[in-house]
């Protein structure tokens, strides 16, 4: 079975469920770990259920509930390597350690583990183990070390730190890189660049049973590469962020006006529905519109905007239009 679920859209929060077959996917959590719940119970999403997630860009709304939601279900969270850091330094502004010298303690500690086992590996095991001790982020868990230490002897090492000793904890971190799919489970994932003021933003398509599902919100601009990857989708799930119009004559400060407006900001319903008209194949069962403005926009505009960019399209039974909101989950939509 495939279903996607939009918890929330919007700059006070983001967060998608994406199922293929056994497999569960948390896209951004950016609502906190007790509302993330409680949603995922509205939509029917058993949140024990998931296995892992996975992260676009580190702006709060993003990522504001990650820590308690990861920490509480024990499960891992995929960042490129950019947003991790980013993601990491957002926490702990002044951590002692710097993101190289933890790398590296990830690596001797990787090397370590190695070493211990290769006494009873046989060779063609070790291949693989070489392969992992490269990989670039092994385990958060090196990060923990200096504040288990401080703890003493007594306490339990296996502990995870406290949020408080270390708000970076995570129970096991993945690295992904733009451009290289990888798989979780049943569900395959494209990571691609989007142009965005984050450190290393990705947008995704998910493949699971045959179902490509384009995801890409946060981006000031549709680009060929975002284009290219966004052919032949069965659901396009596209930002529709604010009327040009109402930015202007809004209440955003001139310099926060121009961030949005920029390159690396945000996609208004003007370039959407241009992209929807003119370069999308028009192949999707279903668009969504996503990261709607609560203070530059109106559902009806970006709505009727998009609708008109998809009148010339023929088919009935593809382009059904739906609006991800704020404040409350999108029904499931289901393959
Ligand atoms: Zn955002
Ligand atoms: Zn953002």
Not at 239 to 265: A, F, T
Request: one cysteine or more.
């Amino acid at each position: 079975m495939v279903r996607f679920t939009v918890l929330a859209s919007g700059s006070k929060g983001n967060s998608t469920v994406v199922t293929g077959g056994r497999t569960r996917i948390l896209v951004d959590a950016g609502l906190s770990c007790r509302e993330l719940f409680k949603r995922m119970r509205l939509a029917e999403e058993d949140p024990e259920t998931l296995d892992a997630i996975v992260i676009t860009h580190e702006h709060s709304d993003h990522v504001s509930g990650l820590a308690v939601t990861a920490r509480k279900l024990g499960i891992p969270v995929y960042f490129t390597e950019g947003t991790h850091r980013a993601w990491m330094r957002w926490l702990t502004p002044r951590r002692q350690m710097t993101y190289a010298q933890w790398l590296e303690q990830c690596r001797k500690q990787a090397a370590e583990r190695q070493a211990e086992l290769d006494s009873e590996a046989h060779e063609g095991e070790l291949d693989e183990l070489e392969a992992e001790a490269d990989f670039p982020a092994v385990e958060v868990e090196a990060v923990s070390t200096p504040v288990n230490s401080a703890r003493g002897d007594d306490d339990e090492t296996d502990k995870p730190p406290s949020r408080k000793q270390d708000p970076t904890w995570l129970p096991s971190v993945e690295c992904f890189e733009p451009g290289r799919p990888f798989e979780i489970g049943d569900i395959s994932l494209s990571p691609f660049t989007i142009p965005h003021d984050a450190a290393d933003p990705v947008g995704f398509v998910f493949r699971a049973e045959g179902i490509r599902m384009g995801f890409a919100t946060d981006l000031g601009y549709i680009p060929p590469n975002v284009k290219a990857q966004l052919k032949g989708v069965d659901l396009l799930l596209l930002e529709s962020n604010h009327d040009l119009e109402m930015l202007r004559d809004g209440p955003y400060p001139w310099s926060v006006k121009q961030r949005v407006l920029s390159r690396v900001g945000h996609l208004s319903n003007e370039s959407a529905a241009e992209y929807l008209e003119n370069e999308y194949d028009g192949e999707a069962a279903y668009v969504i519109l996503a990261h709607l403005s609560e203070s530059n926009n109106l559902p009806e505009l970006a709505r009727v905007a998009a609708e008109r960019a998809l009148s010339g399209r023929a088919s009935l039974l593809a382009n059904r239009l739906l609006l991800a909101a704020q404040h409350e989950p999108l029904g499931a939509i289901y393959f």
